[in-house]
Nanobody, 114 residues
């Protein structure tokens, strides 16, 4: 069955960095658009960054210049490098795979302290 397993979350001070990973299995990873979403406490889930199957990327305005999404199709893994973290980046980060249907991971929590 399809699985998306996120890792790399944790507690970090403002200005610090984290690297999230999402390992996919049970589907043809290379043809799927992969994305990271986040949900802050009391807020709706929002798109953070997306990578198309061809490697094109787009980012939420709030993370441009600080976050980088990348993918390793050989390892069925997508990454989110997060630098210059801010308390506003706190939330649960979810991995998403989408082709003709979408799949979600279970999420990994990121807490940025001020």
């Amino acid at each position: 069955q399809v699985q998306l397993v996120e890792s790399g979350g944790g507690l970090v001070q403002a200005g610090g960095s984290l690297r999230l990973s999402c390992a996919g299995s049970g589907f043809t990873f290379s043809i799927y658009a992969m994305a990271w979403y986040r949900q802050a406490p009391g807020k709706q889930r929002e798109l953070v960054a997306r990578s198309t199957s061809g490697g094109n990327t787009n980012y939420a305005d709030s993370v441009k210049g600080r976050f980088t999404i990348s993918r390793d199709n050989a390892k069925n893994t997508v990454f989110l490098q997060m630098n210059s973290l801010e308390p506003e980046d706190t939330g649960v980060y979810y991995c998403n795979a989408k082709y003709w249907q979408g799949y979600w991971g279970q999420g990994t929590r990121v807490t940025v302290s001020s």
